[in-house]
């Protein structure tokens, strides 16, 4: 039986914190080093952790000869609103520090999983179930980083025979980690909102549709490509990946059949700009044939959920000293 090492970047994330739960619980606490530049609670005391800056070549170097990892779960990066707002260092981490993953990962022979998305697409891409190949033209810093990974993700694979895995996440749902700076982060925030206050301003239009999916879909998802055998696979760029698309009009309906009282009003900001460049709907065929891919989660399911998750979390938040 083949043993597992896995290292994941970013951990401290939305992502992060719920995959490297959920690794631990597949693989063993031991087997699974999370990191992140500053120190996670949740993560330290649910199995190993370190420190560690993806932007600092040494550091990593020194990391992947101490662990051996087989498997990296790459997911360090600055989200899309931040990276609008601060984009040399969303360079730096988000494209700089994916080269030095995969290089340490080509050095160490290692599989790499590395989180595309959404933003790869651009205005002049086709809006409605958009197609795995298509005109890409990122508009943004977040999205511009995305398709430049994506290209240095084909190059490792095509130049040394690297199994590099991509999935194009669209806007993921969780309440396991607070809302950090994403587009799609209102469909997070709705709930905490929600359940704190009974209202909540969105900054995104009330037509705005977006592709999205519950945490728990993505995670099986993420698990379900590393475990594919190789020669399965065919798609050499990030795999479109889907769930469904909503409006915040439609979410905010949604919540208010389990929580008629909720209200919800409109204040867009420069987060409209970016969303309307994304597409609205995704062809994920690709995945499904390829793969296996298939949703579980609809917008009811995820709307239960969240209220009961967001209710159980700021419930913990609040007994804590």
Request: net charge negative; hydrophobic share 40%; charged share 20%.
């Amino acid at each position: 039986m083949k043993t597992h090492k896995i290292l994941l970047t970013g951990a401290g994330g939305q992502i992060g914190i719920e995959l490297t739960a959920r690794l631990r619980e597949k693989y063993g606490r031991e087997a699974v080093l999370a990191t992140d530049v500053q120190v996670s609670p949740v993560l330290d005391a649910g199995g190993p952790f370190e420190l560690l800056d993806v932007t600092d070549g040494k550091s990593l170097e020194a990391l992947f000869a101490k662990f051996k990892p087989t498997q990296v779960y790459h997911l360090a990066s600055l989200l899309s609103a931040t990276s609008e707002r601060k984009p040399r260092l969303a360079w730096e981490v988000n494209v700089n520090g994916l080269l030095l993953v995969l290089e340490a990962c080509r050095a160490h022979g290692s599989r790499l999983f590395w989180p595309s998305s959404i933003a790869v697409f651009g205005p002049n891409t086709p809006r409605i179930m958009t197609p795995q190949r298509t005109v890409i033209d990122p508009s943004t810093i977040y999205g511009i980083g995305k398709l430049t990974g994506e290209r240095w993700c084909a190059y490792y694979k095509a130049k040394h025979g690297m199994d590099v895995r991509s999935l194009r996440y669209p806007g993921l749902i969780s309440y396991a980690a607070f809302p950090g700076g994403g587009t799609t982060d209102y469909a997070v925030d709705i709930f905490f909102q929600a359940v704190q206050r009974g209202a909540y301003t969105c900054y995104l239009g009330p037509d705005t549709a977006l592709p999205m999916m519950y945490m728990d879909d993505a995670i099986r998802g993420t698990l379900e490509l590393m475990e594919a055998p190789v020669e399965a696979l065919k798609t050499e760029e990030g795999y479109n990946f889907a769930a469904l698309s909503f409006t915040p009009a439609e979410l905010a309906r949604a919540v208010q059949v389990q929580m008629p009282t909720f209200g919800m009003d409109y204040q867009m900001d420069e987060r409209q700009a970016i969303a309307d460049s994304w597409p609205a709907s995704i062809d994920d065929r690709q995945a499904r044939d390829e793969w296996g891919w298939k949703p579980r989660f609809d917008l009811p399911a995820i709307v239960s959920a969240m209220l009961e998750g967001v209710s159980r979390k700021l419930a913990e938040t609040a007994e804590r000293p």
